[in-house]
């Protein structure tokens, strides 16, 4: 350890975390969501979608939420009218329910009994799906091997069309990315559904769907096959389907997720109950499915200063840790995110993302963090951009980053072409390459410059979250304490889609995820 850290305020950190993220999971367990159910469903085996595109999951959760709510959650109504009307498909029963020839009730106890059996079989199936599908990665990872060096080079390729995407991939794992990340159509967060199939129109990056996923993950295993060396594939789990896409990544062998505990609550206005509850049952089936999450404090740094708003990246990341584990995921699936941010022209820039990053790496010292780079204070300036890009791969190989996002000299200007990936990844080659292990030699003076700034942001962390615990977290969300941005609790998108669990309310797939924990 380099900082000399006090393990005591260590400690009381991830005190404090828990004290601040309990009342959340406890408000987690109790409520559920229109997408936790529609995840279920899929697990089930429910698939496509109708004539207009409105994927059959939300036809039938749709149906039984206007026939008997939602507070009982769907399983035992579905199943118990799958019995009664002797249909084995569930999405037959779907479209049945869409056509209005189908009645949801809750059933008496007999029926209700032998309908959560049934609705646990049948998810349980989805589930050991995606058990083979994580034994596939390992194997894949045995026979071709994982990349020689850390950090893990992550690549971000979205044109919009899923089959431009797939050449674009491949040259940039053969110029050396060993994650691939495909981003999200402008929008697709706000959706209430997940599209359906291969699609060809995305705007500022590529619709995620199951069809989608399966695509670009045959053409990496093509790729890892050539490169001998397994090639992951990055998608978002965010927004007001979060579980849904958890679930269809874990079921196409995706390796990481974008999933943050507050991203879509702030940058996406989406209700902070209705993303707490989403993103406990993701964070559920990323853990089953051995997913690496990757979580979005660098975003909080686009908004607020980096310098005076460093010690909320901090507390993110606790609350993040706390959360994910509390779901089930271990020490190596957490990418807490972090981000070279500070404005270029501070004095001493270079040696505050230095202690930033040394603090957050030291934080959490079994996690894969994933480092961004710069986007805030990028110009136009291609030369002093690539420059600047150098600097944060320098920050990287110094501080023993896991995941190194690659930055672009044309970052926030325009859309980068595939030559500007070339350059961007020749970039990160030579400063990795040249600087080899340097972190091992790295060690800030005691009673230094890049100790003090460290435990500053560490202490001004504790204080932060003393003050969450003892007014909740989702008032300081409401306050406007992380990136500036001001999010009630009895507001935003979504929340129409929570209801409160009531009396005999089942989740066979809850059930069986937390039987595993």
């Known amino acids: 350890m380099k900082l000399d850290l006090d393990p005591v305020l260590v400690d009381r950190a991830r005190q404090l975390a828990r004290r601040a993220g309990a009342p959340v999971v406890e408000m987690a367990r109790t409520h559920t969501t229109v997408?936790?159910?529609?995840?279920?469903?899929?697990?089930?085996?429910?698939?496509g979608a109708d004539p207009d595109g409105i994927p059959w999951v939300n036809r039938l959760v749709d149906a039984v939420r206007a026939d008997i709510g939602l507070e009982h959650g769907v399983a035992v109504p579905v199943f118990h009218a799958m019995a009664a009307e002797n249909i084995a498909d569930p999405t037959l029963l779907a479209q049945k329910a869409a056509a209005g020839s189908i009645t949801f009730?809750?059933?008496?106890?007999?029926?209700?009994?032998?309908a959560r059996k049934a609705s646990k079989r049948a998810v349980g199936a989805g589930?050991?799906?995606?058990?083979?599908?994580?034994?596939?990665?390992?194997?894949?990872i045995k026979r071709h091997g994982d990349p020689k060096q850390r950090p893990w080079i992550y690549l971000i390729v979205a044109t919009g069309d899923i089959y431009e995407d797939i050449p674009q991939a491949q040259a940039a794992a053969r110029e050396g990315a060993d994650i691939i990340a495909v981003i999200r159509s402008t929008g697709q967060s706000l959706l209430d559904y997940v599209p359906e199939g291969a699609t060809r129109e995305g705007f500022a990056g590529t619709y995620a769907t199951q069809e989608n996923f399966r695509l670009m993950r045959a053409a990496l295993d093509e790729s890892s096959k050539e490169l001998?060396?397994?090639v992951r594939l990055t998608n978002y789990a965010s927004g007001l389907c979060m579980p849904e896409i958890a679930t269809l990544a874990g079921l196409?062998?995706?390796?990481?997720?974008?999933?943050?505990?507050?991203?879509?609550?702030?940058?996406?206005?989406?209700?902070?109950?209705?993303?707490?509850v989403d993103q406990?049952?993701?964070?559920?089936?990323?853990?089953?499915?051995?997913?690496?999450?990757?979580?979005?404090?660098?975003?909080?740094?686009?908004?607020?200063?980096?310098?005076?708003?460093?010690?909320?990246?901090?507390?993110?990341?606790?609350?993040?840790?706390?959360?994910?584990?509390?779901?089930?995921?271990?020490?190596?699936?957490l990418g807490l995110g972090h981000a070279?941010?500070?404005?270029?022209?501070?004095?001493?820039?270079?040696?505050?993302?230095?202690?930033?990053?040394?603090?957050?790496?030291?934080?959490?010292?079994?996690?894969?963090?994933?480092?961004?780079?710069?986007?805030?204070?990028m110009t136009g300036d291609v030369f002093k951009g690539n420059l600047l890009d150098g600097f944060f791969n320098l920050v990287g190989a110094l501080t023993g980053q896991g995941i190194l996002l690659v930055g672009m000299m044309t970052e926030a200007v325009v859309?980068?072409?595939?030559?500007?990936?070339?350059?961007?990844?020749?970039?990160?080659?030579?400063?990795?390459?040249?600087?080899?292990?340097?972190?091992?030699?790295?060690?800030?003076?005691?009673?230094?410059?890049?100790?003090?700034?460290?435990?500053?942001?560490?202490?001004?962390?504790?204080?932060?979250?003393?003050?969450?615990?003892?007014?909740?977290?989702?008032?300081?969300?409401?306050?406007?304490?992380f990136g500036i941005m001001k999010r009630p609790a009895d507001r935003g998108k979504g929340l129409d889609g929570v209801a409160a669990q009531g009396e005999g309310y089942y989740n066979p797939a809850t059930e069986i995820l937390e039987a595993q924990a």
């Open 280 to 333: 406990r049952f993701s964070r559920q089936i990323h853990a089953r499915a051995g997913i690496i999450i990757n979580t979005g404090e660098d975003n909080y740094l686009t908004t607020a200063d980096a310098v005076e708003a460093a010690h909320t990246v901090t507390v993110s990341q606790l609350l993040n840790e706390y959360f994910a584990k509390e779901a089930g995921l271990a020490d190596w699936q």
């Open 35 to 47: 997408s936790v159910e529609r995840a279920l469903l899929r697990l089930s085996g429910v698939t």
């Open 228 to 230: 001998g060396r397994y």
């Open 105 to 114: 009730t809750m059933p008496g106890k007999g029926d209700a009994t032998r």
């Open 415 to 481: 859309t980068p072409w595939l030559s500007d990936r070339d350059i961007a990844l020749q970039n990160v080659r030579y400063v990795l390459g040249a600087a080899g292990n340097l972190h091992e030699d790295f060690v800030p003076a005691p009673g230094g410059f890049i100790r003090n700034r460290a435990n500053e942001v560490l202490n001004e962390a504790l204080d932060l979250l003393d003050r969450i615990g003892d007014d909740t977290l989702l008032n300081a969300i409401a306050d406007g304490t």
């Open 127 to 140: 589930i050991k799906l995606i058990d083979r599908r994580r034994a596939e990665r390992d194997k894949l």
């Open 340 to 377: 070279f941010e500070i404005n270029p022209d501070v004095p001493d820039s270079f040696r505050l993302e230095l202690a930033h990053a040394l603090l957050a790496r030291e934080l959490f010292p079994e996690a894969p963090l994933k480092w961004m780079p710069p986007t805030k204070h």
């Open 252 to 276: 196409e062998r995706l390796d990481m997720m974008l999933n943050d505990s507050m991203y879509g609550i702030l940058f996406r206005d989406i209700n902070p109950i209705r993303t707490f």
